[in-house]
């Protein structure tokens, strides 16, 4: 298993918006439900948002509303558009394969920094 590369974290004032991305090296991409997990210090990490090969999707609450995630499967992609960003989404953002477990590879992750 190849882990996935994410991309476009950064720091931010509350209110804005960040477009964060993930390149998972799978041939058969499009058949995977994907989705987006962040972790705040000091917490589990947490499932922000899903996106099946249907196109289906599915969010947080704490998010919802706010973030929409979408896929490109011609470009092995998955992104996060985050937008009315606050302090409270101040976390390292990843992204993997569904479903995840005790045996799952992580890549780095992105950061994302929300000042208020």
């Known amino acids: 298993q190849v882990q996935p590369v994410e991309s476009g974290g950064g720091l931010v004032q509350a209110g804005g918006s960040l477009k964060l991305s993930c390149v998972a090296s799978?041939?058969?991409?499009?058949?995977?439900?994907m989705g987006w997990f962040r972790q705040a210090p000091g917490k589990e990490r947490e499932e922000v948002a899903r996106?099946?090969?249907?196109?289906?999707?599915r969010y947080a609450d704490s998010v919802k509303g706010r973030f929409t995630i979408s896929r490109d499967n011609a470009k092995n992609t998955v992104y996060l558009q985050m937008n009315s960003l606050k302090p409270e989404d101040t976390a390292v953002y990843y992204c993997?394969?569904?479903?995840?477990?005790?045996?799952?590879?992580w890549g780095q992750g992105t950061q994302v920094t929300v000042s208020s």
């Open positions: 993997n394969i569904l479903p995840v477990g005790s045996g799952t590879i």
């Open positions: 799978r041939r058969t991409f499009s058949s995977y439900a």
């Open positions: 996106i099946w090969s249907s196109g289906t999707t």
